[in-house]
């Protein structure tokens, strides 16, 4: 099965503690997002790359850090300075950064920091 | 402020019936518009784009640059449509931004 994975499915992780997100894509794409969901906020995004070796933050950057150091990976981490970590964490890759390109999702991690 | 606004959180039909999801955006310029659903344990999915101007499982959605809105309608609602639907904007920055979603729910 092809296209965008994210590991692990769900990720426990102790106040205080950075986490690493994975998302890797097979897709080709040269434009990656990180975005968090939560109920009743939808989705909003905190990182995003349209390039090799760069990326910008988005409207939730604050706590959160990215390396695009490859082009099918772009993993999320979440630092202990995020204040609210728990969530549904969801990547997505599209062809180009352009806009008529459809972003593909992944399955995300959902993030529980007790 | 770049902006995409969706009212309603949840949206009950019965089946058969017709569905309108309502999405408002704010935008100088001219706007590119998306509609995303994601049913139960699916991933996230493009539906509709507004520039393809296509019907997707039944569903249409009109810009209209006066009333500032992308709605999406059905003229008659199915249960498998039963699902989390978001409208996203094409930002200036290279990006999506989404609304916070209406909850589709189809009753037999």
New interface residues.
């Given amino acids: 099965d092809g296209g965008i994975t994210q590991s692990p499915k769900y990720l426990f992780r102790k106040e205080g503690q950075n986490v690493t997100l994975s998302c890797e894509q097979n897709l080709n794409h040269d434009a990656m ?1 990180w ?1 968090r969901q939560d109920p ?6 905190i990182y ?1 790359s ?1 390039i090799v070796n760069d990326f ?1 933050k ?2 939730i950057a604050e706590g959160y850090s990215v390396s695009r150091e490859k082009k099918e990976s772009f993993p999320l981490t979440v630092t202990s300075a995020q204040k609210n970590p728990t969530a549904f964490y ?1 990547c ?1 890759s599209s062809t180009s ?1 352009g ?2 390109y ?7 991690t959902r993030l529980t920091v007790t | 402020a770049q902006r995409v606004t969706q009212p309603e959180k949840l949206l009950s039909v019965f089946k058969g019936a017709p569905v309108e999801l309502k999405c408002n955006y704010s935008y100088s310029g001219s706007p590119e518009l998306f509609w995303y659903v994601q049913y139960s344990r699916q991933r996230l999915q493009l539906l509709l784009r507004h520039i393809s101007r296509e019907s997707i499982k039944g569903f249409t959605a009109d810009l209209n640059k006066g009333e500032t809105s992308f709605h999406l309608k059905k003229p008659f609602a199915q249960e498998e449509d039963s699902a989390m639907y978001y409208c996203a904007l094409w930002r200036s920055q290279g990006n999506l931004i989404f609304g916070k979603g209406t909850k589709l729910s189809v009753k037999p």
């Fill in positions: 997002y975005y009743g906020q939808g989705l909003r995004l995003y349209q910008q988005g409207d969801l997505a950064s806009s008529s459809e972003q593909y999702f992944g399955p995300g």
